[in-house]
C-alpha cells in the first residue's frame, strides 16, 4: 500500500527538515496510512483530496501543547490592503493551527488587529513614503533582525496577501525570504509576493519548500517571464509542469475553475465542486489553509521515515479540496451574498464532516 501511495504521489523528500520538526515526530502518534483512500492510490489528474485531508489533519489530543499543531506568519498587509492578511491568518487558525501570527505596514496594524484578538500583529514592515532615503538601510537591518527572532519558532510563512508593490517594502520582503530559506522553512507565495518573485526569480529557484499559488494573472505574468511564452490553455498540465520544473521543483498550485499542483515532476487537480461566487479574498484562505496543511503534512512525514511524498504537494491538494468544500456549503447558507468572511465561518464545518474531531 505504502509503495502504491509513494509512486501516486512521488515526491522527492527536501533534503530540509528542520531538526524542530523531527523533534516533533510524536506529534501524529498512531497515525497509519489507512487514512488513504483507493481513489488516491490511482494515477488519475484528480486527486482524492479527501482522503488527503484525512491523512494529513493531526487527531486531537490532550497531551498536546499550544504550539504543536502549527505557528504560522503571514507576512502581508499595507496601507490599501487589510483584508487579505487577515483572512489568511484566521483561516489558518480556524482550521487548527494554534498560533498566526502578521507581520505588516505599521499603518495596517491597529486595523488588522481591531479585525481579531486572535491574530498576533507585527507592526513592521514600512513603505518608501514614511522612510527618508538616509533611513532606508538602517530600517531594513531592523526589520530582517525583528523576523529573525521569531523564523525559528515558525512552521510555515505565507508570503504576499495584500503586500502591496512598493519597492522599499519588496526589497525587505525578499530579505526575509532568504531568511526563510536560511532556516529550511517553508512559505506560499501568493498575490503581491508573487509580483516580487516573478521580478526576482532567484527567491524561490530550486527551493522544494517554496509553493507558488498563482491566479490566474499572477500565473500569466510567471509564465511570460520564466518559459517566455503566453498560457497554453489546450495544455495546461504539460506547461505547468515544465513551469516548475524550470523553477527547479518548487511547488506550484495554479488556482482556476480547477486548481492544478505540480512540483515539475507529477501533476494533480482538484476539482469539487465550489461556489460560483467569485468575491475576492477567496485565494488568502487558500494560502493560509496550504501553509497549515503543509506544516501537518510535513510533520505527519518526519514520523513516518519510509515515506517520501511531497508535503507541498499534500498540503495543496488539502487545501483546494477543504476551500471548495467550504465555499460550497458557504454558498448553500448565502446563495449571491456569499462573501469571504462567510466562506472562512464554513471551514470548520467543512473539516469536521471529513475528518470529525472526536
Ligand atoms: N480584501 C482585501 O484586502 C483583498 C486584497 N487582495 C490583495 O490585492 C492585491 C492584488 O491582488 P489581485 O488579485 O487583485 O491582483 P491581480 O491578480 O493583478 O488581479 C487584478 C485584476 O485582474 C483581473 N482578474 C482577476 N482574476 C481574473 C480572471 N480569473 N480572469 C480574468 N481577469 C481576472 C481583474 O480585473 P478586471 O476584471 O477588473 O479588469 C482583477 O480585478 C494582492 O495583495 C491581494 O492579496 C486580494 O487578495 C483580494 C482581497
Ligand atoms: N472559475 C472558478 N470556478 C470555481 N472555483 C474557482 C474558480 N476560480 C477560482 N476558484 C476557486 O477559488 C480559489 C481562489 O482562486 P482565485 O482565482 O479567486 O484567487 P485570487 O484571485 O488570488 O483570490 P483573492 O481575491 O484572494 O486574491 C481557488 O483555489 C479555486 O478553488
Ligand atoms: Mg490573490
Not at 520538526?21 to 498512531?30: I, M, N, P, S, W
Not at 461556489?275 to 518526519?302: E, K
Request: charged fraction near 20%; hydrophobic fraction near 40%; proline fraction near 4%.
Amino acid at each position: 500500500m505504502l509503495g502504491r501511495l509513494n509512486s501516486l504521489i512521488q515526491f522527492r523528500h527536501s533534503p530540509s527538515f528542520s531538526s524542530k520538526v523531527l523533534r516533533r515526530q510524536q506529534f501524529f502518534g498512531t497515525k497509519t496510512l489507512c487514512f488513504v483512500g483507493q481513489d488516491q492510490m490511482s494515477s488519475t489528474l484528480e486527486a482524492d483530496a479527501e482522503s488527503v485531508l484525512r491523512l494529513v489533519t493531526p487527531s486531537l489530543d490532550l497531551k498536546r501543547h499550544k504550539g504543536q499543531a502549527g505557528k504560522i506568519a503571514v507576512i502581508g498587509g499595507c496601507r490599501e490592503y487589510t483584508g487579505a492578511p487577515y483572512f489568511a491568518a484566521i483561516s489558518a487558525l480556524k482550521i487548527g493551527a494554534d498560533l498566526s501570527h502578521v507581520f505588516c505596514t505599521k499603518d495596517a496594524a491597529p486595523v488588522i488587529k481591531s479585525y481579531s484578538p486572535e491574530l498576533i500583529v507585527h507592526p513592521l514592515l514600512e513603505e518608501s513614503y514614511t522612510v527618508s532615503e538616509e533611513e532606508r538601510r538602517k530600517l531594513q537591518e531592523k526589520v530582517v533582525g525583528e523576523v529573525d527572532k521569531w523564523i525559528e519558532r515558525f512552521d510555515c510563512l505565507v508570503i504576499g496577501p495584500g503586500l502591496g508593490r512598493d519597492p522599499f517594502l519588496l526589497e525587505c520582503v525578499s530579505k526575509i525570504m532568504l531568511l526563510a530559506r536560511k532556516f529550511n522553512l517553508p512559505f506560499v507565495v501568493d498575490g503581491d509576493g508573487l509580483f516580487l518573485v516573478t521580478n526576482s526569480i532567484d527567491l524561490v529557484n530550486s527551493y522544494p519548500l517554496a509553493v507558488l499559488t498563482p491566479n490566474v494573472n499572477e500565473y500569466k505574468r510567471l509564465v511570460l517571464k520564466v518559459l517566455n511564452c503566453e498560457v497554453d490553455e489546450e495544455n495546461p498540465e504539460d506547461q505547468l509542469r515544465s513551469l516548475a520544473k524550470v523553477l527547479g521543483g518548487v511547488t506550484i498550485l495554479k488556482k482556476g475553475r480547477s486548481d492544478l499542483i505540480s512540483n515539475g515532476e507529477i501533476v494533480k487537480s482538484v476539482s469539487i465542486y465550489g461556489s460560483p461566487r467569485r468575491c475576492g479574498g477567496q485565494g488568502d484562505i487558500l494560502s493560509g489553509s496550504v501553509a497549515v496543511f503543509l506544516s501537518w503534512a510535513q510533520q505527519l512525514i518526519s514520523g513516518h521515515e519510509s515515506l517520501s511524498e511531497n508535503p507541498a504537494i499534500l498540503g495543496c491538494i488539502a487545501a483546494s479540496g477543504l476551500l471548495r468544500k467550504a465555499a460550497s456549503l458557504a454558498f448553500t447558507k448565502h446563495k449571491r451574498s456569499t462573501l469571504t468572511s462567510d466562506i472562512i465561518a464554513c471551514l470548520g464545518e467543512s473539516l469536521e464532516g471529513i475528518c470529525p474531531a472526536s
